[in-house]
């Protein structure tokens, strides 16, 4: 028999780096489910990932204080903001403050954009690798990068 599922968790983690502490212990702990045990299952999950990388998961809580988690692809602004050479880290940079008026903070390629929908056509709610192109080329415009070629 299947097991009750009393809830979902989405939270973006840095791989590697899951910590008892907010937003993880709060979102964790209010449903009743171990912390740490997410925590290491997660941290081993990721280890072979550039630590620091935002990943999405969605943890699923059972009735029976048991969980599984499904982690998703970084988003897009990471790898944009990576393929234009913008800083990430602990203070990341930002995009345009006045995107589409000119005023572009980095170039993109549009192989690095193909690129980047290649790796995010599984998350997307897309059917075919153009149109992933198209919402990433949005995406990047949105940030005030410029695309090139």
């Known amino acids: 028999m299947a097991k009750k599922i009393i ?12 910590k008892p502490a907010p937003p993880i212990g709060p979102a964790l702990g209010q449903r009743g489910l171990n912390i740490m045990e997410f925590c290491k299952a997660f941290n081993a999950k990721t280890a072979q990932i550039e630590k620091g990388t935002p990943i999405p998961v969605v943890i699923t809580a059972f009735a029976d204080r048991s969980f599984t988690f499904e982690m998703r692809q970084p988003p897009v602004t990471f790898f944009l903001k990576k393929a234009a050479g913008l800083k990430i880290g602990k203070k990341p940079a930002s995009g345009s ?3 589409g008026k000119g005023g572009f903070v980095g170039k993109v390629t549009e192989a690095q954009i193909v690129e980047i929908a290649g790796k995010k056509m599984v ?13 990433i080329r ?3 415009r949105a940030m005030g990068l410029e695309v090139v070629g």
């Open 97 to 99: 403050k006045t995107p």
């Open 138 to 140: 949005g995406s990047a």
């Open 123 to 135: 998350d997307m709610n897309c059917d075919s690798v153009e149109s992933a192109v198209s919402m």
């Open 7 to 18: 809830g979902f968790i989405k939270l973006q983690v840095p791989a590697g780096d899951a």
